[in-house]
Structures are given as C-alpha cells and as structure tokens.
C-alpha cells in the first residue's frame, strides 16, 4: 500500500501535497476580458529507497509551487467598433501567459543537491510560456 501522503510517490513530481488553493477570475465587458488563475501547492517528500547496489538512496524534499497564469482577450465582434464593421462578427484575438512569475518546482536530496534528473529544466521544459492567438468564424 502506498501513502502519499508521508513518503511514498507514483510519478516523477514527488508525493501528494497535503495542501492545494487553486483560484480564478475572470472579468468580461463589452467584448473585453481578463482570466486569472492561482495554483499553489505545499512541499512534499519522497523516502528513499533501495538504489540497487546494496545501500538506500536518500530521501528528497520537493518544494512548495505556485503558478499564475493571465489571459487577456478581446471578441472584437461585441466590442463598439465591431458592431459598426461587419467583417469584425466572430473574431476574436487573446494573448496568454502561464506561469507567469517563471516558478520551477525545486528538489533537493539530502546534501542540499538537486539530482540530475530532476533538475528544474528537466521537469519543466517551458517554464514562462506566452501565447497569441488569432481566431476567426465565419457564419
């Protein structure tokens, strides 16, 4: 039996946190919007374990994350110039970011070291990401 909770893990991200807030908001006027979102998670730990050459590996603490991501966009159809210019019907245009403060999930053995295969680019690839996006639908 596995206890997340103290220790025990079944992905690469370390156990379950024992605490998660997650939070939105979104505000929308007049073809206008904002989307907020709030992700924070407490530490965790995984034990170690046998390392397969006859001694035990050493237990690693994962920090504490907290991500935020905003999301602006306009439906440029529902806006007061889009009303007067047909064409603008069904067109929408949005810039996103995730994970805007750049936060990377730290681990860190015993020693304090972070081992190889977990270093921060390692588990997350992306970090800040920034998307646009163009979108239209014909009627």
Do not use: C
Not at 17 to 46: C, M, Y
Not at 77 to 99: A, C, D, E, I, Y
Not at 111 to 128: F, H
């Amino acid at each position: 039996m596995l206890d997340l909770l103290h220790g025990s893990a079944v992905g690469g991200s370390g156990g379950q946190p024992q605490h998660e807030i997650q939070g939105n908001a979104t505000l929308f006027k007049d073809g206008l919007g904002l989307r907020a979102e709030a992700n924070w998670q407490s530490g965790t730990f995984v034990r170690g374990g046998p390392n397969g050459q006859g001694g035990v590996a050493d237990d690693l603490r994962f920090s504490s994350l907290a991500t935020f991501n905003l999301r602006l966009f306009a439906d440029l159809g529902q806006t007061k110039l889009g009303r007067q210019h047909r064409w603008m019907r069904g067109f929408r245009v949005s810039l996103g970011v995730n994970n805007l403060l750049n936060q990377r999930l730290q681990v860190r053995d015993s020693n304090g070291a972070t081992p190889s295969s977990y270093q921060p680019d390692l588990l997350d690839p992306l970090g800040r990401s920034v998307r646009i996006s163009i979108r239209k639908q014909f009627f």
